[in-house]
């Protein structure tokens, strides 16, 4: 007996240190955590370790644990991450700085040392560490603070959360159902409030090396009207509140400043930092002024009750950014929020602290290429009149689908056909950025190089003499005719044409040798926010497409606002990167305000769209080559192709085993996949090619580029 005992003990003891000897790993949810934290893509951890991506999505989601020798060597990775991203470093700010601290809400310097070094001057609320995310418990009554009702917001929050909707009445409701005393006599008052410990508004950095969010306070009309702001702006024409208005004046009284662009729809009022009071700004929407553009967040949001917009513009808060002005605004900080261009770092010489440049970010302003900048560019006007009209070998021309197939290549057996019916791509121009390597620096002239499809910029080549199907449009040119000579491409359009067996010579070209994945965190976060948008709408990635397809004709009308922002989200702040020069005041050729960005960058807005549209294409031409289905007309991310059924379902193939054909359009939920756009007769859209009108435009009924899509 005692033998046994012994002998089952022994075992035992194997199994224990065959577990000791085991590299621990963290929770599958840490790994991936510490992934995103480190703005890593699951293709270059796979890459290091030498496994599949799968292999390391198994990893992340446990359904598999990594085997010696890629458990120790994955372990060591986690473990380095983990001491650079540790799970309190969101509220954990990085030392003080002796350097000057810049004023937080001016736009960046294009020198390194002034960019976001105020990130490194935290404010005394940031000094003390606080958990990552406590689930909110509010109580009857803490400090003016009023549960309402029992319902909580499914996110887990700061503090407060990082907003509150003020209604007029002297009450703050932030998500939740929570409701806050506030001060409502004068804008001063209610700025300092918001700072302080009994709003408690606040929200985590999303990067390490990152600032908090700010405050914002969203006003109704009734607290417009409450701090004596009108309900209507007089200057129609800069939005903005006269610099001679007693509100102004306040603020100016109490040493509050605000960012050139004044008081208007959403303004940002801020004092600058310094070493003792360190950042303070809240960020306001003024709704009657038109915060909420009902072309992103739909026609009724400005005018839901207090406590139902907090919700809805908390959830947008917590699985994107804190709104910092239109989506577009946001979708562009948040960029810079999930890479900030600089760091504290110590100098090994002087022993102080100052300004760092985070490797991976865009730090400076630069200049575009002559062929990437738009007409108003000084560039542009130092080598042009201001009357030329630039040709396809002077300027590229990166541009979305807008195509239509001539009426005369329509066949027999499609005329035969009784439904003309849309897919559309999700988040096409989020997928379009993921994993996509963009310029990070400025661009190098080049003579004569050798084309490699791994380095972004522009190139002149001539592609006109590659002979494609008539009945699918050029994937290298936005209105779908081809080429006819020379012309500048983004690289994604000449890898594929290289892709497709076509000789590529460029004979000059703009190259940036420093380059990286720069928009991998910004699609990470925003397909998130997408995905989990659409589960709350009961649309997930396990619906089989029949189910998916019910579930998107059911999704409630009055309930997509979030995914509505979300998607303008994108398309935002993608344009943002090329943005044009506003304003009666500008004159052509002068510089204008936006061009003082590290985010100005119309390079990686041509490389997002021009990665958009070879998709498409690429999708489109596996379908006509594998069943012989050809598309009508192509908008953007939008293709419409005729059927024998109103459903996508009827003309989409599938292989023996009914999945979808794979490389082509597949049904579903993720961004890159597609969804049911809308369905026509066959006579309709047929008229719609006589009269040389996009049916893709109109398949849902309506102009679908008055929504935004």
């Known amino acids: ?83 650079l991203h540790p799970v309190n470093a969101v ?82 409701h932030a998500a939740g159902g929570l409701v806050l005393d506030h001060p409502t006599t004068t804008l001063p008052a209610l700025i300092a409030w918001a700072l302080g410990p009994d709003a408690d508004l606040r929200s985590p950095r999303l990067h390490r090396n990152g600032k908090d969010g700010d405050p914002l306070l969203v006003l109704t009309a009734a607290a417009t009207e409450a701090l004596g702001l009108p309900l209507v702006l007089e200057d129609r024409r800069a939005l903005r509140l006269p610099d001679n208005h007693p509100a102004l004046k306040q603020l100016a009284k109490g040493k509050w400043q605000l960012t050139r662009r004044g008081f208007g729809p959403w303004p ?6 310094t070493p003792t009071t360190g950042r303070q700004c809240v960020q306001l929407a003024v709704l009657p002024w038109g915060a909420l553009d009902p072309r992103a967040w739909g026609e009724d949001t400005a005018g839901l009750p207090a406590p139902e917009l ?57 200049d575009p290429a002559p062929p990437e900048a738009p007409d108003e560019h000084p560039v542009v006007a130092a080598l042009y009149p201001r009357a030329h009209q630039r040709t396809p070998d002077q300027v590229l021309d990166e541009e979305a689908y807008d195509w239509i197939r001539d009426p005369e290549l329509l066949s027999d057996a499609e005329c035969t056909r009784t439904h003309a019916v849309g897919i559309d791509v999700n988040m096409a ?36 003499a590659l002979d494609l199907d008539p009945r699918l449009p050029s994937p290298f040119t936005p209105h779908g005719r081809r080429p006819t000579g020379p012309a500048w491409y983004a690289t994604p359009t000449l890898a594929y044409a290289l892709e497709l067996g076509h000789p590529v010579e460029p004979a000059e070209a703009w190259l940036r040798p420093d380059n990286g994945p720069y928009l991998d965190a910004w699609y990470t976060r925003l397909r998130d926010a997408y995905v989990a948008t659409m589960a709350d709408l009961g649309v997930t990635p396990a619906l089989s497409e029949p189910e998916f397809l019910t579930a998107m004709a059911a999704l409630p009308s009055g309930n997509k606002q979030v995914l509505s922002a979300i998607k303008s989200t994108v398309k935002g702040g993608i344009g943002k ?108 859209a047929v008229q719609m ?21």
């Open 1 to 83: 007996m005692e033998n046994e005992q012994q002998s089952l003990f022994a075992a035992v003891d194997a199994l224990l240190e065959e577990a000791a000897a085991q590299d621990p790993l963290p929770h599958p949810d840490e790994r991936k955590r510490l992934r995103e934290a480190a703005g890593l893509s699951q293709d270059q951890i796979a890459k290091a370790l030498s496994v599949r991506r799968e292999t390391v999505t198994s990893w992340e989601t446990g359904r598999t644990a990594p085997r010696p020798p890629k458990r120790a060597a994955y372990a060591r990775l986690l473990e380095g991450l983990a001491t």
């Open 91 to 172: 509220n954990t700010p990085p030392p003080t700085p002796t350097v000057n601290a810049v004023n937080a809400p001016q736009p960046p310097a294009p020198t390194v040392n002034a960019v976001n070094a105020v990130n490194a001057t935290p404010s005394p609320a940031q000094a003390a560490p606080t958990p990552a995310a406590p689930t909110r418990k509010p109580a009857p009554t803490v400090n003016g603070v009023n549960a309402v009702n029992a319902k909580r917001h499914p996110t887990p929050l700061e503090g407060n959360g990082p907003l509150v909707v003020l209604d007029g009445t002297g009450h703050a």
């Open 268 to 273: 940002r009022v801020y004092r600058p930092a």
């Open 310 to 366: 907090a919700e809805l513009l908390t959830t947008y808060a917590a699985r994107v950014l804190t709104p910092r002005g239109s989506t577009a605004v946001t979708g562009l900080e948040l960029m810079t929020a999930l890479r900030p261009p600089t760091r504290a770092a110590r100098n090994p010489q002087t022993n102080t602290w100052e300004s760092a440049p985070v490797a991976g970010s865009l730090v400076r302003p630069v």
């Open 429 to 464: 121009f989020a997928a379009a950025a993921n994993r996509l390597v963009v310029g990070l620096g400025p661009a190098v002239h080049t003579s004569r190089p050798r084309f490699d499809p791994k380095t972004p910029g522009c190139w002149l080549a001539d592609l006109s």
């Open 577 to 684: 990167l090329r943005e044009r020069p506003q304003g009666a005041g500008y004159r052509h050729g002068e510089p204008w305000p936006a061009l003082e960005r590290p985010t100005w960058r119309p390079d990686i807005r041509a490389a997002v769209i021009s990665t958009a549209r070879v998709n498409m294409h690429r999708k489109m031409l596996k379908i006509a080559t594998a069943a012989g289905e050809y598309p009508i007309a192509v908008l953007s991310d939008c293709a419409v192709y005729l059927s024998d059924g109103p459903s996508p379902l009827d003309f989409l193939p599938h292989t023996p085993e009914g999945k979808p054909l794979p490389g082509g359009f597949r049904l579903g939920v993720s961004p890159g996949m597609v969804k049911h756009e809308g369905t026509q007769s066959l006579l309709w």
């Open 689 to 709: 090619l006589d009269e040389g009108l996009n049916p893709a435009r109109h398949i849902k009924g309506h102009d679908a580029a008055a929504d935004g899509e």
